[in-house]
């Protein structure tokens, strides 16, 4: 748990109820909920559903069915498919009687693989000795003002290696670092932009993030590359990192068009 003075993005109202604050304000749109903040109330409450310790959490995937509303809104978890081993769960974000973002996990059996474990991405430099941060003027927004995000000397439009963490709790109950990290993934979609997201929007209608490892810590490296296509759909693909290096990787498919 994250202990701070500072203002959280949700607040719990109990029985799967948040509220979410300024800090989780979208980039997009003021009156809407930033994807980011969204998926790490839902791998929060993912976690705590019917908790195994046995298992983990290795595959969460985020379909986002439309704009996500600032203000109230209830989390409803349910078990899809049951086993021993292997556990597939789902988190809904409802707002307003509609179902905005749907959350499903795969949770895996642990077992000891230490004696054959090898990871082939590449880790990245630590934030340690990097001071100025990314210029995140070109976004709007609650959370984009919320989060540090510091560049390693590549980081560059299209292909982005970054480091970026929060002082702001993600809610105000007790919650991991797993769920703070997944928190800032989204975030990967606007850290090395191609284009000025005043001349195109290209927002993500999901979010797909693998996990080889456990996440710790509270810095989140992002080392993306973002591809568009020529006919309104790209890619941005990332692998995360935290201090210990790469734990799994994230994809987000675009839509790309101009503003209206």
């Known amino acids: 748990m994250v202990t701070s003075e500072l203002e959280p993005y949700y607040h719990s109202r109990g029985d799967g109820r948040f509220e979410s604050t300024v800090h989780a304000q979208g980039a997009w749109n003021p ?26 959490i290795a595959r969460i995937s985020y ?40 959350a499903t996990a795969w949770r895996l059996q642990r077992s000891d693989t230490s004696a054959i474990a090898a990871i082939e991405d590449e880790r990245m430099p630590g934030p340690d000795g990097v001071e100025d941060p990314v210029a995140m003027g070109q976004w ?8 540090d995000v510091r560049p390693l000397a590549d980081h560059a439009a299209g292909r982005g290696r970054a480091w ?17 990290l997944i928190g ?8 090395a932009t191609r284009v000025k997201p005043q001349e195109y929007l290209f927002p993500n209608v999901d979010l797909q993030i693998h996990l080889y490892r456990e996440p710790s810590g509270e810095w989140l490296g992002l080392q ?15 692998v995360l ?20």
């Not at 800032?184 to 850290?191: A, K, S």
């Not at 993306?224 to 990332?238: C, E, K, P, R």
Request: hydrophobic share 40%; aromatic share 6%.
């Open 184 to 191: 800032l993934v989204d975030t990967t979609n606007g850290i």
């Open 140 to 147: 709007a927004g609650g959370y984009i003002r919320s989060i």
């Open 224 to 238: 993306n590359s973002v591809s568009f296509g020529s006919d309104g759909i790209g890619l941005t693909s990332t």
């Open 164 to 180: 970026l963490r929060t002082k702001h709790p993600l809610v105000d109950v007790p919650f991991s670092d797993f769920a703070r």
């Open 31 to 56: 009156h809407e909920q930033h994807m980011a903040p969204v998926a790490g109330i839902l791998a929060h409450s993912l976690e705590l559903f019917q908790p195994r310790p046995e298992l983990r």
């Open 241 to 260: 990192h935290d201090l210990e290096g790469p734990f799994g990787r994230a994809e987000q498919i675009l839509t790309i068009r101009k503003p209206a």
């Open 63 to 102: 379909d986002i069915l439309g704009l996500i509303p600032g203000g109230e809104f209830e989390i409803v978890t349910t078990i899809l498919r049951p086993g021993r081993t292997i556990e597939l769960v789902q988190a809904e974000l409802v707002s307003g009687g509609r179902t905005a973002v749907r």
